[in-house]
């Protein structure tokens, strides 16, 4: 009888173990779940780890030409990493397959990547993530503004990246592609009355108010030629993206 108990004590001792060896080998656990306990170490590895789980849980927001991003992340390892340290392509596979501890991965970057240097670049990359398809929408952003306040970084940087972006790709040079089905006259529209993809009706009206009265001639009637033609120009601009938005 002895015999018996010690041997079920040995087995259960036994399984305790393996449980606790799986849990250290790597950084998926056995909930299917991406995740970089604080406990591990600020490898080459793990770094890239913890790029490749974010920006797999940034693409599970928009999945929408996924190869184009799946191509950003391989030109960004290449340029910004000296040595590869993972097989980016089979580790993003794995990643998209579970679901991301993104409060896990925060407290590994809180404490592995202590420089706002290292932190910076890492919002900065799913950032340009977002943007590889040629712009980024609500679910992106509000999840790497999420991400950035969980590592202490101030959310009004990638608000204000964001906007850069955005201005850059609505009121420079577009290439042919981008326009398609008239959604990039749709966003431009919306980066207009300073809105993003998931504006309704009332959002639309609001933000066309409230500019419109800001923007409005009558209001720079003592203010120089210069500024009257540029409020003018607003005003007018404005004006259209209210009209496309709304159906006029």
């Not at 002895?2 to 056995?30: D, M, T, Y």
């Not at 500019?211 to 120009?233: G, N, V, W």
């Amino acid at each position: 009888m002895i015999a018996v108990v010690i041997s079920c004590v040995l087995v259960i001792a036994s399984l305790i173990i393996f449980q606790k060896s799986r849990k250290l080998k790597g950084p998926i656990n056995e909930k299917e779940e991406n995740h970089l306990p604080a406990r591990l170490s600020n490898t080459g590895h793990n770094v890239q780890l913890a790029y490749i789980y974010l920006a797999a849980w940034v693409i599970s927001k928009n999945s929408r030409n996924s190869q184009e991003k799946a191509a950003f992340i391989h030109t960004w390892f290449k340029a910004n990493f000296e040595a590869m340290d993972v097989e980016i392509s089979d580790e993003l596979t794995k990643a998209l397959k579970f679901s991301t501890n993104i409060r896990s991965i925060s407290r590994w970057v809180i404490k592995r990547m202590r420089t706002a240097k290292e932190r910076l670049q890492l919002i900065d990359f799913l950032i340009g993530l977002s943007f590889a398809d040629g712009d980024i929408i609500d679910r992106e952003y509000v999840a790497i503004a999420r991400f950035a306040d969980l590592i202490g970084m101030n959310v009004h940087y990638v608000e204000k990246e964001v906007y850069t972006r955005r201005k850059a790709i609505y009121e420079g040079a577009v290439p042919s592609d981008m326009i398609n089905g008239g959604q990039f006259f749709r966003r431009k529209a919306l980066f207009s009355l300073q809105l993003m993809d998931n504006a309704g009706k009332e959002d639309i009206k609001r933000a066309y108010r409230k500019l419109a009265s800001r923007y409005h001639p009558d209001k720079f009637q003592q203010s120089t030629e210069e500024e009257q033609l540029a409020a003018a120009q607003k005003f007018m601009e404005i004006k259209e993206a209210y009209d496309l938005l709304s159906g006029k």
